[in-house]
């Protein structure tokens, strides 16, 4: 079965670095996606992983290994606004998107 | 940036009616849109894909006939909940795959519906 796993929940201080991690198993890969989710709001993409490596957009870096099938998505300097729900998503080999559950990131002043 | 909009924001209903929701990608053409449902604190789950011009493609478990929906045209997607029932309350986020974004084909989301039947 296609499985993507991320914790249900951290938190982190206002200013500090916190990495959010998610694992998949997925019939095939084409690209991997975070997305923020404020509560009642829909999702807004954040970033596209498609090759090893690290990109990097702001605040926000995103990283991702095919061969451990694992991705995490950095947050720096973090603010009160960042405290959002963080989905990772993987497309499949039939470009379906396979959503993870989100991780719910608490910040505290 | 592509903008997608979503009409109405929260609707109340009564057991029994319809409603509809439509979808609309504003500064972008979308061959394709995706309507989800999102239970409260649960991931979304993708109920249909909906293709301009042909039958929508409805995840296993989604009845057709009770969720409707019609890509009329590249921009407008609609979502018709029949016969709606308490049930059935939920948040339906629809998005639209931007396929001029090259590789990422990243989909874009609309605001999302809330709807609540009493």
């Known amino acids: 079965g296609q499985n993507i796993d991320q914790p249900t929940e951290m938190t982190a201080t206002e200013g500090a670095i916190v990495q959010i991690n998610c694992t998949y198993q997925t019939s095939g890969f084409n690209g991997l996606f975070w997305y923020q989710q404020h509560a009642g709001e829909a999702p807004t993409f954040l970033s596209y992983?498609?090759l090893d490596g690290l990109e990097e957009k702001g605040r926000f870096s995103s990283f991702l290994s095919r061969s451990k099938g694992y991705s995490y998505l950095l947050l720096k300097e973090l603010q009160m606004k960042d405290s959002a729900s963080y989905l990772c998503?993987?497309?499949?080999?039939?470009?379906?998107?396979?959503w993870g559950a989100g991780t719910k990131l608490i910040i505290k002043p | 940036g592509a903008v997608v909009s979503q009409h109405p924001s929260r609707v109340i209903c009564k057991s029994g009616t319809s409603v509809k929701i439509e979808c609309r990608s504003l500064?972008?053409?979308?061959?394709?849109m995706f309507w989800y449902r999102q239970f409260p604190k649960q991931s979304l789950m993708l109920m249909a894909t909906s293709n301009e011009g042909s039958k929508a493609t409805y995840e296993q478990g989604v009845e057709k006939d009770k969720f409707l929906i019609n890509h009329a045209s590249l921009t407008l997607s609609t979502l018709t909940v029949t016969s709606a029932h308490p049930e059935d309350s939920s948040f339906y986020i629809c998005?639209?795959?931007?396929?001029?974004?090259?590789?990422?084909?990243?989909?874009?989301f609309g605001p999302g519906t809330r709807l609540t039947v009493l």
């Open positions: 998005s639209a795959r931007d396929v001029a974004s090259g590789e990422a084909d990243t989909q874009y």
């Open positions: 998503a993987v497309r499949d080999s039939n470009y379906q998107l396979i």
């Open positions: 500064d972008f053409q979308a061959t394709t």
């Open positions: 992983n498609v």
